[in-house]
Structure formats: structure tokens, C-alpha cells
């Protein structure tokens, strides 16, 4: 063969153009072209460095297309440096652009006689610029992008047989930052055929994705991703922002958010599209259009609900989705039972319900005048409306049964009764509705009870009376019956006398006595019911004066009064006086007069609501009444014994909105349990103290009644102390208590005793003030899951309470005091339980055996003392509680005192009282501590138990306790915490108990 180059281009040529296998080329969506030799029909016009280098020929590609090639073969000669340099590229938008290049390489050993030497790669370069540079072109200006070789190269044999196979590589070039750029291809000493050139960059190409559209997008970093905002098709709304992220593979990724087709409108095809007619579309969503419900309809496209069909009709509630329904007809077979002046009416429901179920009746009553035949309202009838006080059992309208009962008509009169059926789109058609309507007559009837009689004069012997005639006299009133007797013989002796008009005068009566009295109507169809029974009495003989006389009866009655008034004056003079002295017991400084409380002056004092005839005065003597209108409720947060107990507003007028508790009563109560309910609300109303809880008032008027009180943010002392365990410094926590103190003195003052004195009845607002509250008495004593069966019967607190009060139900102040010890300890044990699990009656027998609770953990020996003398068996011994009050105060003053802890030293002497009783002995020797341990209530798990000495004492823990029958968690920690104290005994001395 012809080793000449132009021969082997042209055999290259004939190859190309003849022999690759031909195969249709499609370009992904996400690749955007900057350059492709093969679309270029012309030259093009590429620059060859050196002339003889690389050369441009034409040829067809495999559809037979016309395209430009560029070959180069100067394999016969030495040291080749042949380029071939594109036209200016402008960049676009891309940073990072890809290079493919489709080329033909010759074996070099498949060459003979090569007399140069032969490579089989290229190199591929560029050159980025900021405008085109025209043909001007220097070498050391590119820079190498990479080597090029063959994947496979071709031989003589190849030549012969003409198959040939097409290279294909692409490179990436970038980041790129100017306008555009030059590719340069460097031959130095190759066999090859530049078939084809193809420049592109990558891009995230337009898409729909969640009813969104997301534009075509170049990736702008190469390392990074693009988020993408989308935007909502026509007629969708955005449900959540959508949003998608590009990557530099041009890959849409991570799709968030969608949007949703207005009502309307359906998805279909990643588009919303109008409902077609016949079916509807009434909310946002991507759901499908509806076919209209029954008795319904759309005749166009896009509707948002189906209009109903002639007579039919949707009510306001009425979901879109809803069957068009009607109104139904009439009642039917009514009957009517008549009764003198009242009626029962009875009837069937309608034929046709309308196609719903909310069926309800409603009976209007018309008074006729006129001809009636029949039953029927033949003739000329005149009607009116039916008075207002006609009353309806159990209501005109929204009845849901089929009967209802008529009363207080009147007597002989026609009445007409219309009977409707009613449904939720009555309304919407007036015209449709229909009624069944029955006449009657009433009966001659009695006319009613005489209600209302006044004492007009009153001497001695007689009495003049008048009264108003029956609400329904049912007919003309021929003459009235005027019962009447003396009190003390309670009817056994009485006079009768009748009268036509409503006034008599009663004479013959004895002077000073009481009569109950009694009035009867009569019509033609009798006596009606007899009047309630009406007290007066007759003047005494020392008012039945002369003229003569009266002057000196005046001076004696003014001289009488003068006498009362100064009495009255002497009385208050010698009451401040006494103030000042020795204070009595708060039970001595209650003073009642008859129904009413008269108070010392200078002095408050509790009264008890049950003394009181009618406890409702009691409520309004002592609580504010509410309008409910001003009451805001927010949210439930607890039940109590008669209702629930929720949160919200009060806002009264000219006054800030504040927050406060509810307590409701719930409904169907009985009269007994709202008086217990507003009982607590005349408790709490007689008490204003910043540490007592505050009443701002009750609605008594509207229902439902309600208790409303000041919130109190951080609720019960107990649990809010379990929740913030160990959290307050010393201070904080006898703040809290002499909170408590003080308003348990302001209670004792006023002679009231609680009774229930507990942490879960103290409540803690956000400042941390403590204030007293439960104030039930015996209900809350009765009913509260701490409280444990006494002999004596009802249910006690038996852990907080003291032993006087479970054994004699003896409650005072000093028992308040005892339970107020019990609240000391939960407060510096942070709400643990008193006694931990002791069983009630496990605990009522300690205490009498004298056991008492010991320190809680780092407790302050001060506190732990009063603690002790709260708990004295002798209630006389226990301190008041404006002694706690004072001692706390001095505490508060010396805060230093508070770092003596129980735990670690023996116990003080008695601070508040000085007894010798109150001290506790030292151990000096292990026989002591065993003896002092055979005193707690586990004192049997300690029978017959002995250790050989103090180390092995100290070794004992918890589960060796359990072992020899100490089960009970407080007793446990009292005993490892003394053995530990009593290992240190033997190197450091005696400790306490």
C-alpha cells in the first residue's frame, strides 16, 4: 500500500463516511449546546496552524448529512506540532461546560515505513477570553485540558476489511468566569480523524412537580446545590412554598412543598382543570371533582357546589356534599284532650321527612272568636295570638316529641292550635310549609289561687284587708270566701265570711294574737284553690290610746328611745375599750341576734353561712354578684366535687382584665348541693388577706352558677414543690411558710378553724406567695381520698390531723396548728407524703405511742424544733400561730441560723415554750441506739436483733433493713442516716437522735 499521507487520509475518509454504522443521535433535555461541528452545513472556517497541518474535508455522516471533518496523518516526518484552534465560544450562563469529541486513531505499528515519529494521542486545550480574538492565536496562551487517547485504534487490517470503530470522549472543563472561549487541538505526531466536536453545558430543564413549575436552571457552583423556587400552575394555591434544588448534574432533587388546585378545579395531566358539568369542586385540594349529590345540579364548568333543583333546598350548615332536600309535610292525626282550662295535644310524625332527619315541631295557639262547626274552622272566625303567660310543657318550639301539654287558657273559649313540622330548610321555603291545625273549646274551670293581700289598717280588735283579684278568674268572680283563725290553735277553731268585692274588715278579733288567714275565689263553676296562708295580728291593749293621752305617750316613747340610743353608745365605748385588753377566744367573739350577726366593733369576726335561715343570703351578704357576661372561660383544667374547675378572664367595667379561676356547678343539681357549693363562697367572702385566696365573686342569677376566685398560676404547694425539688434556697422556702403562718393567724383571729390545713390546699401564684384556700368544711373533710374512717364516723385527713380532733372531733386552733407542722415538714421534704406509706391506722397509733416524724433532708434544726412543738400531744402546748408567725420573721432577720441542720446536731432546746419535755438524749453507746430504735413503729423488726459492733452497724443499708422487716422508706433513711452518726459517735462523741 501507499505509505503516502494523503492516501491514508483519504482511506480514513472513505472509512469514515462509509463504513461507521449508522445510529440516530438524540441530545438529553438537561444538555444545552455551544457548539457542534456537525450541525455546521458550510466550512467552518476553523484556524490550522501550521498550513500543512490539519486539514478540513467534506463528507456525509451515517444519515447522509453533510459534515465537516478535520484530519491530520504527518506521520512521514519528524518533530510535528500541528493546532487546530475553534471559533470564540460564548460561554452563556455556564460555569462548567463538557467537551465531546468523536475521533479515529491509526495504530501506529500498523504504519510501515514511518520515518518520523508516530503517536496515538492528541491534546485538547482552551483559552477563556472576554471577546473574540479573531485569528490572532498563540500557543502559550492555552491551557491543557487533557491527553486524548484511543479506546481503540485502528490497523492495515482494519483498512482492508473497512470496519472501523468511532471514538468517543468527553471532558469537563471549568469553572469558567469570562465571556467565552477558544478549544484548541495539538497533533504531534498522530494518525487521526476529528469526526465530530460538541460543546455543552448542563441545566435543570423546565418541569412540573406538585402542580409547580420549575424553570430551566444552570447550576452556578460546581460543588453545591441551586434551590429553586417553583410557582404554582394557573388556578392552584400554594399549600407549603415549593421548592426543588438543581444539581450540577442537572437533576432536579428534594422536592418540598406543593400546591393545591383552587376550588373548581381538578389535577389532571400536572395541571388544574375545570370540573366538568355535572360535577362540583367546594374546597382547595387536589382531590377529584364530585358528582353532584341527589336533587341537584351544574350545568357548567369549573362550579364550586351544585345549585338544588326546583322546590329543593340546602340549609346554611349544610356541607356541599349534601343531598338537596325539602320541607316536610304536615303532622299528622293530631288529637287534642281537653282538661277545664288546659290541653294535652298528641300527633303523628309527617308522611315525608323532606329527606332529613332534624325534624322539630312547633305549636302556635290562637284565641278564636266566631262561628265554629264541626272541629273544623268553618264560618267567620276572628283570632288573635294567645296571651304570653299561656304556658306550653315543655316548650313551643324545637320540640322533639310528638306532645305537648297547654295550661292557663281560659275558661269556656275557642282556641285553634296550628302544628308544624319543621326541618333545616324550612326557613329557605316559606311557601312549602304546611301545618295541621285542630280547634277547641275549653271547659268551665275554677278560677286561680288569690296570690296577692295587704294589711291596710289594724287597731285592737279588727283588721282591714284588700287583695287583687286571680290572675284567672276563668269566668265572672261571684263572691270570694275569707277563711281565718288564731295561730295557736292551728285550725281547729275558724271563721268563714264572704265577700263580693276584694276588700273586708275583720272585727271581733282579741287584742296582741296572730291569725293565719285565707282567701277562696268563686265563679260559676265553683271555688277555686285557696291562697297561701297570710299572717297579721291584731294591735296590743297599750296602743289603744286616747287623743287626749298621745302627748304623753310621744314624750314617753322619745324618752325610751333617748334611753336606747345612750345604752347603745355606753355599749361601744366599753367595747373599744375592752379591745385593748387580753383578746378572748376567737369563738367568744361571735355574738348572735336572732337571724342576723351583730359584730363587735373593732373587731371582724367569721360567720357561719349555716346559721342563717336562707344560706342564699348568706352568698349576697358576703360575695359580689358577677354578670356572667364579664366572664371569659379559657380552658379546663380540673374537676372538682360539683363540677369543673377552669381558667379565663374577668373583666369588669372601668376595671383591667384579669385572670382568675372558675369554679362550675354542674348541672342537675340538687338544691342541697348548691348550697354546699356557695357555701365555701360565703366563707371566702368574709376574709381579705394577702395570704388567704381571694374571692372576687359568684353568679347566682344565670347558670351555670360559677365561683370565681384569683388565679393562681403555679397551683397546689404540694405538687409544685415535688416538681421543683430541691430548686429554693432556705429563705425562699420559710417565705413560703410564713406566708402560711400569716394567713392562718388572720383565720385564728377571726375565729374561724380550717380543719383541712394541707400543701395540696395551698395554692402558689407566680411570686411564689402562698396563699390558704379550700374552704369546703365538713364537705371537703368528708370527701377527700386522704380522709380514713374514726369511730365516731365521717372521714378525716388522718396524717395532717391532730389526735384530739381523730379521737373527739375536737377542732381548734391548736388543731390547726398540729396540721400546720405537718405542712413545715411537706414544705422542707419538697412534698413528700407524711408518714410515706404508713397505713392510716398504722399512723394513728404511732403518733399515741408518741413516734413523730423525723427531719426531712437538710432541714434546719430551728424549723425542725417548731415542727416538734406543733406536734405537742397537749394541744395547750402547741404555739399560736402568731407565735410561728413571729419566730419565722426572726429567722428571715437571722439567716445564719438556717445552716444548723437536724441531721447533724442534737436536737435545740425547745425555742417557743421552754419545756423540758421537749428534749431528746444524746446516744452514747450502741445498747442507746438500739433502744432508741425499739421506739419507732418498726420498733418489732428490731426485737431480738444484735450487732457485735459499731463498724458493723455502719455497713447496714437499705436491703439489709428490709430484711429484718423495715419496709417503710422514711423510717429506712432515719436509720442509716443515725447509724452513720453512730460510726462517727465512736471517734468523735455522742449524736443525736
Known amino acids: ?91 452563556r450562563s455556564a460555569q462548567k461546560i463538557y467537551v465531546e469529541l468523536k475521533f479515529t486513531l491509526r495504530d501506529c505499528n500498523s504504519i510501515p515505513l514511518v520515518l518520523g515519529t508516530c503517536k496515538e494521542t492528541f491534546n485538547l486545550l482552551y483559552l477563556e477570553t472576554e471577546d473574540d480574538e479573531g485569528s490572532h492565536f498563540r500557543e502559550h496562551q492555552f491551557l491543557k485540558i487533557d491527553t486524548i487517547a484511543a479506546d481503540e485504534s485502528f490497523t492495515q487490517t482494519d483498512l482492508g476489511d473497512r470496519i472501523l470503530k468511532l471514538n468517543t470522549e468527553v471532558r469537563e472543563v ?50 453545591s446545590l441551586v434551590e429553586v423556587k417553583g410557582s404554582c400552575v394557573n388556578h392552584s394555591k400554594e399549600e407549603e412554598p415549593p421548592r426543588m434544588y438543581c444539581s450540577t448534574e442537572g437533576e432536579w432533587l428534594v422536592p418540598i412543598g406543593k400546591c393545591l388546585c383552587n376550588p373548581g378545579y381538578e389535577e389532571r395531566s400536572s395541571t388544574c382543570q375545570t370540573c366538568r358539568a355535572g360535577f362540583y369542586k367546594s374546597t382547595l385540594g387536589n382531590m377529584e371533582c364530585s358528582k353532584c349529590p341527589p336533587h341537584s345540579f351544574s350545568h357548567h364548568e369549573g362550579s364550586l357546589h351544585c345549585s338544588c333543583e326546583k322546590n329543593y333546598f340546602r340549609a346554611e350548615g349544610d356541607p356541599a356534599s349534601m343531598a338537596c332536600t325539602r320541607p316536610p309535610s304536615s303532622p299528622r292525626n293530631v288529637i287534642s284532650s281537653i282538661n277545664e282550662t288546659s290541653v294535652i295535644l298528641d300527633w303523628s310524625w309527617p308522611e315525608d321527612s323532606g329527606g332529613r ?70 326557613l329557605s321555603a316559606p311557601k312549602m310549609r304546611q301545618y295541621a291545625a285542630v280547634t277547641i273549646t275549653t271547659n268551665q274551670a275554677a278560677p286561680s289561687p288569690v296570690t296577692v293581700i295587704r294589711k291596710e289598717k289594724t287597731s ?54 296572730a291569725y293565719l288567714l285565707q282567701i277562696r275565689a268563686r265563679t260559676a263553676a265553683g271555688y277555686g284553690a285557696s291562697s297561701p296562708s297570710f299572717q297579721f295580728e291584731t294591735s296590743p291593749d297599750s296602743f289603744s290610746i286616747s287623743s287626749e293621752s298621745s302627748q304623753v305617750v310621744l314624750i314617753a316613747i322619745s324618752s325610751a328611745v333617748a334611753i336606747i340610743l345612750l345604752t347603745v353608745l355606753l355599749y361601744v365605748l366599753i367595747g373599744r375599750f375592752c379591745c385593748r385588753s387580753k383578746s378572748k377566744h376567737p369563738d367568744e367573739k361571735r355574738l348572735h341576734f336572732g337571724n342576723g350577726h351583730l359584730r363587735l366593733p373593732g373587731i371582724r369576726t367569721y360567720v357561719d353561712p349555716h346559721t342563717y335561715e336562707d344560706p342564699s343570703q348568706a352568698v349576697h351578704e358576703f360575695a359580689k354578684e358577677l354578670d356572667a357576661s364579664c366572664i371569659a372561660i379559657d380552658k379546663v383544667v380540673g374537676a372538682g366535687e360539683f363540677g369543673e374547675v377552669c381558667s379565663g378572664r374577668l373583666k369588669l367595667p372601668s376595671k383591667k382584665e384579669i385572670c382568675v379561676a372558675i ?106 406567695v402562698c396563699k390558704v384556700s379550700d374552704f369546703g368544711l365538713s364537705r371537703v373533710l368528708e370527701d377527700d381520698p386522704e380522709a380514713a374512717y374514726t369511730t365516731r364516723g365521717g372521714k378525716i385527713p388522718i396524717r395532717w390531723t391532730a389526735p384530739e380532733a381523730i379521737a373527739y372531733r375536737k377542732f381548734t386552733s391548736a388543731s390547726d ?32 405511742e408518741g413516734y413523730r416524724l423525723p427531719p426531712p433532708m437538710d432541714c434546719p434544726a430551728t424549723l425542725y424544733q417548731l415542727m416538734l412543738d406543733c406536734w405537742q400531744k397537749e394541744r395547750n402546748n402547741r404555739p399560736k400561730f402568731e407565735q410561728i408567725v413571729s419566730i419565722l420573721d426572726k429567722l428571715i432577720r437571722n439567716p445564719g441560723s438556717l445552716k444548723i441542720t437536724a441531721n447533724t446536731t442534737s436536737r435545740p432546746a425547745n425555742l417557743l415554750l421552754d419545756r423540758s419535755s421537749a428534749e431528746v438524749p444524746s446516744m452514747g453507746n450502741m445498747g442507746d441506739w438500739m433502744d432508741a430504735m425499739r421506739t419507732l413503729p418498726c420498733k418489732e423488726a428490731f426485737s431480738g436483733v444484735s450487732y457485735s459492733s459499731c463498724d458493723t452497724l455502719a455497713k447496714t443499708s437499705t436491703e439489709d433493713l428490709k430484711k429484718v422487716g423495715v419496709t417503710v422508706v422514711g423510717p429506712q433513711k432515719k436509720i442509716v442516716s443515725s447509724l452513720k452518726a453512730l460510726d462517727s459517735h465512736t471517734k468523735n462523741g455522742p449524736v443525736p437522735v
Open 817 to 848: 396548728a398540729w396540721s400546720y407542722g405537718i405542712v413545715l415538714w411537706e414544705v422542707m421534704s419538697y412534698g413528700e407524703r407524711p408518714y410515706w406509706e404508713m397505713s392510716n391506722q398504722d399512723v394513728i397509733k404511732a403518733v399515741d
Open 460 to 513: 285592737r280588735n279588727s283588721v282591714s284587708l284588700t287583695w287583687q283579684e286571680p290572675e284567672r278568674p276563668n269566668g265572672i268572680i261571684l263572691d270570694y270566701e275569707i277563711k281565718y283563725y288564731e295561730k295557736e290553735e292551728q285550725e281547729t277553731s275558724y271563721t268563714i265570711l264572704r265577700a263580693r268585692g276584694c276588700n273586708v274588715t275583720l272585727n271581733g278579733l282579741k287584742p296582741n294574737t
Open 357 to 426: 332527619k332534624d325534624i322539630t315541631f312547633t305549636v302556635l295557639c290562637k284565641r278564636c272568636r266566631g262561628v265554629v262547626a264541626n272541629g273544623n274552622n268553618s264560618g267567620t272566625q276572628r283570632c288573635e295570638p294567645c296571651r304570653s303567660n299561656v304556658r306550653f310543657l315543655p316548650r313551643a318550639t324545637g320540640l322533639h316529641n310528638t306532645t305537648v301539654t297547654v295550661a292557663d287558657l281560659l275558661a269556656h273559649t275557642n282556641y285553634t292550635f296550628e302544628i308544624e313540622a319543621q326541618n333545616g330548610v324550612s
Open 1 to 91: 500500500m501507499d505509505c503516502n499521507p494523503r492516501s491514508l487520509l483519504f482511506i480514513l475518509h472513505l472509512l469514515m463516511t462509509c463504513v461507521i454504522p449508522a445510529f440516530p443521535i438524540i441530545y438529553p433535555p438537561n444538555e444545552v449546546n455551544l457548539l457542534d461541528s456537525k450541525a455546521s452545513q458550510g466550512e467552518l472556517g476553523w484556524i490550522s496552524y501550521p498550513s500543512h497541518g490539519w486539514e478540513e474535508i467534506s463528507g456525509v455522516d451515517e444519515h447522509y448529512t453533510p459534515i465537516r471533518t478535520f484530519q491530520v496523518c504527518n506521520v512521514m516526518e519528524y518533530s510535528q506540532n500541528n493546532w487546530l484552534r475553534t471559533n470564540w465560544i460564548p460561554r
Open 174 to 223: 471549568g469553572p469558567m468566569s469570562k465571556k467565552g472561549f477558544y478549544l484548541a487541538f495539538q497533533d504531534v505526531g498522530a494518525c487521526v480523524a476529528l469526526v465530530s466536536v460538541r460543546v455543552y453545558f448542563k441545566k435543570c430543564p423546565y418541569t412540573v412537580r406538585n402542580l409547580a413549575s420549575f424553570p430551566d436552571t444552570v447550576p452556578m457552583d460546581s460543588q
Open 663 to 768: 369554679k362550675t356547678l354542674k348541672g342537675g343539681y340538687t338544691d342541697k348541693q348548691r348550697r354546699d357549693f356557695l357555701a365555701e363562697a360565703s366563707i371566702m367572702g368574709q376574709f381579705d388577706h394577702p395570704n388567704i385566696i381571694r374571692l372576687e365573686g359568684v353568679v347566682t342569677r344565670s347558670k351555670p352558677v360559677m365561683i370565681v376566685t384569683e388565679y393562681m398560676e403555679n397551683g397546689s404547694l404540694d405538687s409544685f414543690l415535688r416538681k421543683h425539688d430541691a430548686q429554693f434556697t432556705g429563705i425562699q422556702l420559710v417565705g413560703m411558710l410564713r406566708g402560711i403562718a400569716s394567713g392562718m393567724k388572720y383565720l385564728s383571729d377571726m375565729g374561724y378553724v380550717h380543719r383541712d390545713l394541707a400543701a395540696r390546699n395551698i395554692l402558689v401564684n407566680s411570686n411564689l
